[in-house]
């Protein structure tokens, strides 16, 4: 899956929809690659650097 359509679906589901509304939506996805999205924006979080002045 890449990272575009990973951010689509988190985007979906911080405007509120329900994985049941994406997987009705995108018959395409399933719920694995929903916690798969879910996953990778954890794994993206937990690598992030910030950099104080």
Known sequence: M????????LS???AGMTPQ???????????EDIQ???SYAADRERHLLV???
């Not at 890449?2 to 689509?8: E, F, K, V």
């Not at 509304?21 to 719920?31: K, R, S, V």
């Open 36 to 38: 798969a999205c879910l």
């Open 12 to 14: 979906y589901l911080a």
């Open 21 to 31: 509304d994406i997987l009705h939506d995108f018959p395409y996805l399933t719920a």
């Open 2 to 9: 890449s990272s575009l359509i990973a951010y689509d679906v």
């Open 51 to 53: 950099a104080h002045a």
